[in-house]
């Protein structure tokens, strides 16, 4: 039962001022994927000659950079099947 201070004209204009279109996900995960891509290749350029007994900087930065770059491109294919609709 609906309240009666509620006008079913209103809550629906409501829906459709407030409707999300979608798009912040895929934008958010090219942001991502363009910060983490560019963190990535500093630590990759920069750790070079640095050596450490646990895990390779220099490979963690390039392995960094691959999924960065992924990630930008997942989400940007996603925001283009999203325009299609």
Known sequence: MRSP???PTTESEH???HHHT????????IAI????TIAG????LST???ENSVI???KAG???AIIGAAEALFALLALGKKTKK
């Open 15 to 17: 829906r459709v001022r």
């Open 41 to 44: 290749l500093a630590l990759w």
């Open 5 to 7: 201070t509620r006008n």
């Open 33 to 36: 994927g363009i910060v983490v």
């Open 48 to 50: 070079e000659e640095v």
């Open 56 to 58: 390779s900087l220099h």
């Open 22 to 29: 979608g798009r912040g996900k895929p934008m958010k995960g």
């Open 62 to 64: 390039m392995i960094l």
